[in-house]
T-cell receptor
Framework: EPEVTQTPSHQVTQMGQEVILRCVPI?????FYWYRQILGQKVEFLVS????????KSEIFDDQFSVERPDGSNFTLKIRSTKLEDSAMYFC??????????????FGEGSRLTVL | DAKTTQPNSMESNEEEPVHLPCNHS???????IHWYRQLPSQGPEYVIH???SNVNNRMASLAIAEDRKSSTLILHRATLRDAAVYYC???????????FGTGTRLQVFP
């Protein structure tokens, strides 16, 4: 069964460093997302991306965050200058539909980011 | 965003049916009802979704009240692998972001 893959599974970084989290969405999917989950808290929407543009972003997704689809397969989340509060599990997700939201979003296993 | 209310936790024995309730009294006519689950240390996983009619798939059934103010996710025979947090999420038809609540933590006992 096709799946969304994420790397790295765990990254430890120092505060102020740049981090890039990588995702390979399912190949025929057109819509891409990042969510995050701080330990013990809710899963939170960060950003949606379609046709090489951000479709929607949350208040969390400030200027320190950026997303990119550098080639036909990868989808990346960059945090320019990490803060302690960026420590969380980051989930990439994708879906196929191009006719409005009809259901299934496929999530990856997540990348755990620890900022020291 | 329309709000949902779910019990914090529920318990079941293996091979028994489980009915997970969700109240969404402020649902609007164009809100879809989605259920996702999150197994320990994993990303969320789609379970089922519906609009007005009851829905069945290989994982579960979704029973939607006639007035759409509540719904129930039914796992017909719980297995240990079904132990997870189950999220009931309302999503307007014209948006594609999921707003997760705290969900119901389901424990399944052998």
């Amino acid at each position: 069964e096709p799946e969304v893959t994420q790397t790295p599974s765990h990254q430890v970084t120092q505060m102020g460093q740049e981090v890039i989290l990588r995702c390979v969405p399912i190949s025929n999917h057109l819509y891409f997302y990042w969510y995050r989950q701080i330990l013990g808290q809710k899963v939170e929407f960060l950003v949606s991306f379609y046709n090489n543009e951000i479709s929607e972003k949350s208040e969390i997704f400030d200027d320190q965050f950026s997303v990119e689809r550098p080639d036909g397969s990868n989808f990346t989340l960059k945090i320019r200058s990490t803060k302690l509060e960026d420590s969380a599990m980051y989930f990439c997700a994708s879906r196929v539909s191009d006719r409005g939201f009809t259901g299934e979003l496929f999530f990856g296993e997540g990348s755990r980011l620890t900022v020291l | 965003d329309a709000k949902t209310t779910q019990p914090n936790s529920m318990e079941s024995n293996e091979e028994e049916p489980v009915h997970l309730p969700c109240n969404h009294s402020t649902i609007s006519g164009t809100d879809y009802i989605h259920w996702y689950r999150q197994l320990p240390s994993q990303g969320p996983e789609y379970v089922i979704h519906g609009l007005t009619s009851n829905v069945n798939n290989r994982m579960a059934s979704l029973a939607i009240a006639e007035d759409r103010k509540s719904s129930t996710l039914i796992l017909h025979r719980a297995t240990l692998r079904d132990a997870a947090v189950y999220y009931c999420i309302l999503t307007p038809y014209n948006t594609d972001k999921l707003i997760f609540g705290t969900g119901t933590r389901l424990q399944v006992f052998p």
